[in-house]
């Protein structure tokens, strides 16, 4: 097999103001022709130094300081600029994470297509726009000549990324590097793009280096895996065998401190990676994950450089401890299961709610018709319960969250707090009492503490608002409250960049906490944390929500998180639930198709899971499309034509278990079709 | 498109009454003013009152204000006191001049600013770009007035190589074209100082997108990614500014006017507001606002020609 | 007078990573290391820092009184030992005005970008987190200001009420407020739907406590190094407004006037307009330095 790419003991360094810092160290792995090869490893690992490497395009002050990389055979060191340009797009080509921003927002997509062959050898327009059409159809785009003339902000996400993967293939490249070309997109548009990457491989034979934070999509595409960690690589092999028998402890625990969408009880403990990489893990003269390893010893581990141990069958992993590590192999998953589903009392009762708005042209005038954001939403959560949203981006669940915590206001139906009406009272406008009840975490570790304030402000001002503690008392409690997210007092002095995302987001659950309020809506808590971080997150709201009686509504695109995390399941689609019932019930079948396609798509890290079928066709509409029928028959795979597309679903219901749906899943329909309020009055 | 020029013309509209009746409202509020003016400081008060009724100054402002917005529209502006001519045969002309060298200087500054600041800006923090920066940065840092000390030291003082003073006259020793070169240098140098910039930030910005990087990896040459792909998202954000310059190169002349004694529509305000010469003040500031206004939408409508995103 | 209007990109609002220049020792930290980052910065902070010296200490520095006239030295008006830069056409010491006319520039400038801060932050805030018809009110009533070519709304205000300090202060607070209103209207609105806003809404925190508590402190940033930037535009105002004689009412002592006085000798006596010009550039020339230097090591982070 003639090798495509090959580092030979790469080493790449960094000279910066604070002297040289060390990126990738004694780096070797090599691709054959037409071989897939996943890169995996959190951020901060390398992983996009070994892209830019590739391309011989690293940024300033970043350079080569040991090894060899050969493309094709050839130190890329040695080349010419010209020579360069020519193995750029035209041999290795590249795929982005951000595809929006990868495409140059004042030039047709064609433009931008035709470019790759008059650059690499094609002097006639016609041909490379024809070319460039044919492409476009391979990435399976509606109307390829039409799509020529748009530019990128006009088409979505998914579609974006089609035409950087057609740009990319124009040349038939030997080798295609790939970005975290999925994250950011949602799970039915990645699992569409996983799969056409996976046919284009076999319709062209191009190699694949793949890089990922995420061990589900990695096993999807590719055939053999490299473990990066601070620069190092870590562990190598074939996919089954890594994910069956991971021999580094790094690898062991990146696995083990995934949740999983199959088995595994409630909220069982993850087995988070403890500790964060640290400056100087990098220029480490023994093993960089000495400082989070359970097994480290000094005097093997730290004190002389670790090579490769060859453990057979294409399996290396680089680390000194391995005949112990298996000496003492646990069980992988130690799980306290909880039965789910309980009738614990109702905190918050939401019926029928709905949420519009009126889009006016931006200028003022002009009606360009409503939003509906959230459709008769029927919804119930109850006291030490987790009630977990979920859908794609655009199902309206961020703004349920919002509705509820009253950062918007509803339209219709009602959210209730015990007796209080809370749909259209805003936080501004609730009483003190309500406020203090209902908390809210937030996404976005890098924005949801003020940087201009330190974490003792953070705390003690919503123990000042919420619980009127005088400010010696709130400073008193500031340290309970950090102790109850295992955080030290020390913490309260710090300013929030001096924290990692981690550790602020842990400060943001310290904060809904403080006013000891009986409900919390977390919006995506976990996901913009790395893996390790997000099992110790995860870890920590289990513990947090089997001490209370808090009840939890946990917003999520992830599927095996909600598997992990919740009670209770409403699955969203086009602001309508669509599923809703105990976490068990809905995992299991009878499923709502929609339900069944967003199982199918989500990435699992498990090399013997059947290849997902057949990805869902189309986008989400539009929410200001009036849906007379059911919202998802525009991309069922199992609609009835002239019934699904022009008659509301009926509610089938399976004990609590309740889906709206035309097909006959063998359940109850209710004698007069309507919304699930109905059904819940009569049951509850 | 259509509506969205239509809209702006009646915010131009709009903007241009409030402004107009601000500058009334401020200058001829107290309508004794102008006839004590007039008349002198040694005219008795009952002089005063006499040809303030006369002049029909006695009457309610609003009434007073849209006759003479109704005069303006036609091209009257009314008669002005200090010299004593009526304000539009004065104002047209010394406009004319200024827009002149307006116009040379626009023509000098902008391909001079868009050629060093893309130089500049596609390798930011290399020693052209630093060099730029510090030249351009020292630019706008000098007044005009301090940079005409400066250039008439040199080349008039010194060298004595070009005129002192551009009066436009054939008769003053110098060919025309001469007179020019002290003013649009000046004006250049302090104008270009702040646009090139512009257009180095602009360019920085868009040398740190992905797309930039996207274009390199394709196997484009560093130069055709520059001009094939840098060049026109560079130009998008200071487009609005360069053609802001206008306004400032209208009204703001006035100090190289001064200096050079070039009869200009700066110096004019100048002179109208030293001497009180409120019908030419209000006609001046009308004109300019209205050219600002119009540029603004010039920009504007620019803009979305050159930024397919924006469409309204 | 060209006008500096940058809108913040968004996204650009939070890096000011260094928070821990809230504290004094953080914020010494914070100028050693600009001092040590930027040349630029550095260089633009001494020039400002020696006059604003020389402005304070005016009265001890000034070798002569700024204002005594002897005809006598106007037959050798050039620099000499007695008279370092020489005197002007009446015989007064030019070191001695540019000292004192920099205490002029350096009261008049700061107060009047001070107050065009205070005014433009607090309606910049108002509209921003408000939005709606009180944002509409004040964006508009901004861009009327705004479209005065602003030497004419100079010269309005001048032939309507004369000149003085405080006109000069008055006109200039008038038309930099609304570009800073501007400035700090778009950092709200960037700001304005960050977690933490919601988070302190949640808390029930009032609407005056999140703008200046929470929205504000982060946008001291671009605030700074517009001040500075300000300070020279402002400087270079004052000094305009002084050569159109316009300016300061004499004999107060002022660069720009003093340039206007000498400007019709220039041929016989250069030094007498060359050197209070290149007073007035320096001066400028420091307070844009620092500006770009302050930029550069914010967005450096």
Known sequence: ?684 | MLRYSAKQLLNMALTLFAVSFLVFALNELSPGDVTRKILGPYASQSQVDHLTREMGLDRPAIVRYFEYMGRALTGDFGDSIYYRQPVSTLIWDRLGNTLLLAAISFAVIVPLSVLLGVLAGMRERGWFDRAVSVFSSMCASIPEFAMGVFLLGIFVVWLGVLPGTSPLRADSGWAIWMQFVLPVLVVTFYDAGYLIAMVRSSMVEVMRQPYIRTALLKGNSFRNVVAKHALRNALITPFTVILLQLNYLVSGLVVVETLFAYPGFGRLMLEAALAKDIAVLEAGTLIAVSVTMLTQLFGDLGYMALDPRIRV | MTEIIHDVPAGRVGVIRDSAQSTPAGLFRRIYDILTRSPIGTIGGAILLTWTLLAIFAPWVAPYSPTKIDPELIADPYPSAQHWLGVDHLGRDILSRLIWGARTVLTVAPTAVLGAVILGTFLGLLAGYRGGIVDAIIMRVGDTLLAFPKIILYLIIIAKFGASAFNIIAVITLSSAPIIARIVRGVTLDIKNRDYVAAARMRGESALFIMFVEILPNARGPLIVDFFLRLGYTTIAIGVLGFLGVGLPPPTPDWGGMVKEAYGMIFVWPHMTIIPSLAISSLVIGANFLATGLREASLDG
């Open chain 1, 1 to 684: 097999m003639a090798e495509i790419l090959a580092f030979e003991h790469v080493s790449i360094a960094y000279d910066g103001r604070a002297g040289r810092q060390i990126i990738l160290n004694d780096v070797s792995f090599s691709i054959g022709a037409g071989e897939a090869l996943g890169l995996v490893g959190e951020s901060g690992c390398g992983k996009s130094t070994v892209a830019l490497a590739t391309m011989r395009y690293l940024p300033r002050g970043m350079s080569v300081i040991e090894g060899h990389i050969r493309v094709e055979g050839r130190d890329t060191a040695g080349l010419s600029d010209q020579e360069l340009s020519r193995i750029r797009g035209n041999r290795i080509a590249m795929v982005y994470q951000d595809p929006m921003s990868s495409l140059n927002p004042v030039m047709p997509i064609g433009k931008q297509l035709m470019e790759v062959p008059l650059l690499h050898g094609e002097t006639d327009e016609k041909a490379a726009f024809s070319r460039a059409v044919q492409m476009l159809e391979e990435v399976r785009l509606p109307a390829a000549e039409a799509m020529m003339e748009r530019y990128p902000h006009q088409l979505s996400g998914g579609q974006q990324q089609r035409v950087v993967i057609a740009m990319a293939l124009m040349a038939e490249p030997a080798l295609l590097i790939m970005d975290e070309p999925t994250t950011g997109l949602d799970v039915t548009i990645e699992a569409a793009i996983l799969e056409l990457v996976r046919d284009l491989r076999a319709k062209f034979g191009t190699a694949i280096l793949f890089i990922s934070h995420n061990l589900g999509t990695v096993a999807r595409i590719c055939d053999r895996i490299g473990v990066l960690y601070a620069g190092r690589m870590v562990e190598t092999g074939q996919i089954g065998t890594v994910f069956r028998g991971p021999a580094h402890p790094y690898t062991r625990g990146l696995l083990g401190a995934l949740p999983r969408l199959s088995g595994g009880g409630r909220r069982g403990k993850l087995r988070p990676i403890e500790g964060t990489i640290g400056a100087g893990d990098r220029s480490r003269i023994g093993c960089a994950f000495v400082p989070r390893c359970s097994f480290a010893v000094r005097h093997e581990c730290e004190e002389r450089p670790i090579a490769m141990v060859d453990l057979g069958g294409d399996h290396l992993a680089r680390c000194a401890r391995l005949d112990a590590i298996r000496a003492s192999v646990k069980d992988e998953h130690d799980t306290v299961a909880t039965a789910a589903g309980s009738n614990a009392p109702i905190v918050l009762r939401v019926r029928k709610l709905s949420k519009e708005y009126k889009l006016s042209s931006f200028f003022g005038g002009e009606k360009k018709g409503v939003v509906r954001a959230v459709t008769d939403v029927d919804l119930d959560a109850r006291a030490g319960e987790t009630l977990a949203i979920v859908g794609e981006s655009g199902c309206g669940k961020s703004t349920l969250a919002r509705i509820v915590s009253g950062l918007l206001a509803g339209t219709s139906g009602e959210v209730k707090l015990g007796e209080t009406d809370l749909t259209k009272l805003k936080v501004d406008d609730r009483p003190p009492e309500i406020r203090r009840q209902i908390q809210m975490v937030f996404q976005n570790p890098d924005s949801t503490l003020n940087p201009s304030h330190s974490i003792a402000y953070a705390l003690s001002r919503p123990l000042r608002m919420l619980r009127n503690l005088a400010s010696g008392d709130a400073k008193a409690e500031v340290s309970s409250l950090l102790a109850q997210v295992r955080l030290p007092a020390e913490m309260a002095e710090r300013m929030p960049h001096q924290l990692s995302g981690g550790q602020r987001q842990r400060v943001a659950i310290a904060r809904a906490l403080a006013g000891n309020p009986e409900l919390v809506v977390a919006d995506e808590p976990v996901s913009a944390l790395d893996v390790s971080v997000q099992a110790a997150i995860l870890n920590l709201l289990g513990e947090l929500l089997e001490q209370s009686q808090l009840g939890l509504v946990l917003i999520s695109h992830d599927l095996a998180l909600v598997r992990h995390m919740a009670d209770w399941v409403a699955v969203m689609y086009l602001g309508r639930v669509v599923e809703y019932g105990p976490v068990e019930q809905v995992f299991s079948p009878p499923f709502h198709p929609y339900t069944e396609a967003l199982l199918r798509a989500a990435p699992t890290p498990d090399p013997d899971a059947a290849p997902p079928s057949a990805a869902l066709e189309g986008m989400m509409p539009s929410p200001t499309e009036i849906i007379v029928g059911c919202a998802f028959a525009s991309r069922c795979p199992s609609r009835i034509a002239g019934l699904c597309d022009t008659t509301p679903p009926p509610v089938r219901q399976f004990g609590d278990h309740r889906i709206a749906c035309h097909l006959d899943l063998g359940g109850q329909v209710p004698v007069a079709p309507g919304g699930l309020t109905e059904m819940r009055s009569s049951t509850s």
